[in-house]
């Protein structure tokens, strides 16, 4: 009975850890003009990957134009934080792994949407590769001196 006990008390315990780390949006939008470059790059691409939760939550439920609003959050926020990266120098690799991985996440939204739909999500693909390869020429561009 003890273990059981001590079982569920770390399980809800995890439970209100979880919940309590997970921001809402528009307080990560109020912190990021405050915010130094390093942690800019952080914030916006953890508004991004939120904002693509509930762009794949609304597309879900049938709210098309949200869904494209959401999207469109996605792409600007990822663009961002590709620019705080390449600004600090720091965050490269992790914010190039998010945006690949938040640029599969919209082709698979993509997959389910009607035709007519899918314009909107293919753009933020498009602009969230472009970022990815301003990334990618960052990391591994030929830098004077270190050879």
Do not use: W
């Not at 006990?5 to 919940?19: D, G, M, N, T």
């Not at 990560?28 to 914030?43: F, H, V, Y």
Request: proline fraction near 1%.
């Amino acid at each position: 009975m003890r273990r059981v006990a001590h079982l569920l008390f770390v399980v809800a315990l995890a439970a209100a850890c979880c919940a309590a780390s997970e921001e809402n949006v528009d307080a990560l939008k109020a912190r990021l003009p405050s915010a130094s470059t390093e942690d800019r790059a952080e914030i916006s691409i953890r508004i991004a990957q939120l904002q693509l939760r509930g762009a794949d939550k609304l597309y879900g439920e049938g709210h098309v134009s949200q869904g494209q609003a959401a999207v469109e959050d996605v792409a600007t926020y990822s663009e961002k934080a590709r620019d705080a990266a390449i600004e600090s120098k720091q965050h490269l690799k992790t914010v190039e792994i998010a945006i690949r991985k938040i640029a599969e996440k919209l082709r698979d939204i993509k997959r389910t949407l009607a035709f007519e739909d899918q314009a909107p999500v293919e753009q933020a693909i498009r602009r969230l590769e472009d970022a990815r390869t301003a990334l990618l020429k960052e990391m591994f561009s030929d830098k004077k001196g270190k050879k």
